[in-house]
């Protein structure tokens, strides 16, 4: 089976099932996926501590 490159790292998260309920509700509201909303709450947290790495500029990006 061919495997596709993929800048993705999977790990296993250990959440209480109260918190989990909330963060499920909020990404129904948002209509995201559980994993999306997830995502957004650490990209959203790493922004606002400054802590977020920049985008990487395409090829075309740096030529300007």
């Known amino acids: 089976m061919a495997t596709k490159e ?3 790292r999977s790990f296993v998260l250990r959440i209480d099932a109260e918190t989990m309920d909330a963060i499920e509700k909020w990404a129904e509201d948002e209509f995201r996926s559980t ?12 922004r606002k501590a400054g802590r977020k790495p920049r985008a990487k500029k395409s090829k075309t990006e740096n030529q300007e």
């Open 35 to 46: 994993n999306g909303q997830l995502q957004w709450i650490i990209a959203e947290a790493l």
């Open 6 to 8: 993929s800048n993705t």
